[in-house]
């Protein structure tokens, strides 16, 4: 009988879940726990870059082995594709080909013998909403010890669901990050000042422009690293224009001034879809002139896909939708489908509300004033 540490294991998973460089120290415990010599989980329709690829006692030289060309004589997923058609299951290598007929392959004798491999266990794990890629957890035994049992795999069955779930997680973390440096990459090419906050006007991102504001002390000033107006009676309005951006997903636009008398517009609206709790304040110089078109910005502030943002730009230009429809090679059904979908992600339900919009929005990617 196997013992097996159930908490300490599930602490394991979910750590590696949310820590990628420790899934090959769980893949070690997974392979004490079940009596096995080596192991390997990993993601078979993704690259190691893309999803999970962690090993316990297999040399990176016997993985390349593997892949540059014992992957394709591989009885066992063969077997696991042909017979069982990749069904979500556990298995022992005897289930999957008969001991007499496995101890012939090439497989076997010409690499897995080699690695005194003999005996799998293996779960295999899919992603239930079909949204995120297959999982496979493979436990091996060298022939002296015997094969996986019924208890064993019942173990691995329970490792299993908790592994599919910690996969689900870290994909969801790791298109997190990815779209939140997308957004930081694209605020940092912008020559307006950039403001990324939460709920509470704390400051998760500012771009160049927006440290130069913050030092100039203007219109803004950074408080305990809270984004704070210079004037006190306009702290309610920031904060109500914070909250209408994140909750109700409606932008707003308003016009400034500073001591000197210079006027600045101010834009605050929620980065979609990936903004929940997160604003843009964006602040720009009100005389300088339109550039939105190809800055990125207007895509990733209301979620428009790039199809909806040239038809929202054309539209800008006062155009009717058959016209735009007409210039971007594209059939009128597909324009007004297109339209729909821009006045439901806008929050709005009049094409001059949109052009409107698109109007005040034009100066917010504008090159810096030269002052």
């Known amino acids: 009988m196997i013992s097996i540490d159930i908490p300490s294991l599930l602490d394991g998973i979910y750590d590696a879940a949310l820590d990628a460089s420790l899934w090959p120290r769980l893949v070690g415990e997974l392979v004490q726990t079940m009596r096995g010599s080596s192991g390997l989980l990993f993601t078979p329709q993704l690259s190691a870059e893309e999803g999970i690829w962690a090993s316990h006692n297999i040399?990176?030289?016997?993985?390349?082995?593997?892949?540059e060309h014992y992957h394709q004589h591989d009885i066992w997923t063969i077997s696991l594709m042909s017979?069982?058609?990749g069904l979500d299951g556990v298995y022992s290598g005897d289930q999957l080909v008969p001991p007499d007929e496995f101890q012939r392959s090439l497989f076997y004798n010409e690499f897995l013998a080699g690695l005194d491999l003999r005996h799998l266990g293996t779960a295999a794990i899919g992603e239930r909403t079909g949204q995120h890629p297959r999982l496979h957890l493979s436990i091996y035994?060298?022939?002296?010890?015997?094969?996986f049992d019924d208890t064993e795999l019942s173990v691995l069955a329970l490792i299993g669901g908790h592994l599919r779930r910690a996969a689900t997680i870290q994909s969801k973390v790791r298109v997190a990050l990815d779209r939140r440096q997308s957004i930081e990459t694209i605020l940092d090419s912008l020559p307006s000042a950039m403001f990324l906050v939460d709920s509470s006007r704390r400051i998760l991102h500012l771009n160049a422009a927006a440290a130069a504001l913050l030092r100039r002390a203007a219109i803004f000033c950074s408080l305990q690293g809270r984004l704070v107006p210079r004037d006190p009676r306009l702290a309610d309005f920031l904060d109500s224009a914070v909250t209408t951006a994140i909750r109700r997903k409606r932008a707003s636009v308003h016009a400034l001034a500073d001591?000197?008398?210079e006027s600045f517009h101010v834009l605050v609206a929620r980065l979609a879809p990936e903004g929940a709790g997160k604003a843009l304040v964006i602040v720009v110089n009100r005389h300088a002139e339109p550039s939105l078109e190809s800055s990125g910005l207007f895509t990733r502030l209301f979620g428009l896909t790039a199809a909806e943002a040239r038809l929202a730009l054309k539209l800008a230009d006062g155009g009717g939708l058959k016209e735009a429809a007409a210039e971007l090679q594209i059939t009128h059904n597909t324009a007004r489908t297109h339209l729909r979908h821009i006045f439901e992600k806008?929050?709005?339900?009049?094409?001059?509300?949109?052009?409107?919009?698109l109007a005040r929005l034009q100066m917010l990617v504008a090159p810096a004033d030269p002052q």
Do not use: K, T, W
């Open 83 to 85: 017979r069982f058609h």
């Open 59 to 67: 040399s990176p030289e016997g993985m390349r082995h593997y892949v």
């Open 141 to 147: 035994r060298p022939a002296r010890l015997p094969p």
């Open 346 to 357: 806008l929050d709005i339900d009049r094409q001059a509300q949109l052009v409107a919009l």
């Open 259 to 261: 001591a000197n008398g």
